[in-house]
Nanobody, 122 residues
């Protein structure tokens, strides 16, 4: 059974950086499109970024402003999300998800992790 596990969240001051990891067990990530999503308290879940099996990336978040970088290391079966210049409004639970379709199928992710919390506060 495929399982996605996120890690790398935490408490960080505004302006700081974090790198989130999405690791898989039970399956090989390199054949999947992997997306990062987030959900802040009281808000709907929103897409952040996506990377397809060929390494092509798509930014879902309109306000990203180049602060989010998604990458994958197939040898480690892991996808990363680098977030720079963190802002309080980035506070959310961040999830990774896997899809057999391309990045534009934002509502067609089949497997989800449990999430990792990012809190941005001074």
């Amino acid at each position: 059974q495929s399982q996605l596990v996120e890690s790398g969240g935490g408490l960080v001051q505004p302006g700081g950086s974090l790198r989130l990891s999405c690791a898989a067990s039970g399956n090989t990530l390199e054949y999947f499109t992997i997306g990062w999503f987030r959900q802040a308290p009281g808000k709907e879940r929103e897409g952040v970024s996506c990377i397809d099996p060929s390494g092509g990336t798509t930014t879902y978040l309109p306000s990203a402003n180049g602060r989010f970088t998604i990458s994958r290391d197939n040898a480690k079966n892991t996808v990363y999300l680098q977030i720079n210049n963190l802002k309080p409004e980035d506070t959310a639970v961040y999830y990774c998800a896997a899809s057999t379709l391309g990045c534009h199928w934002i509502n067609q992710y089949d497997y989800w992790g449990q999430g990792t919390q990012i809190t941005v506060s001074s």
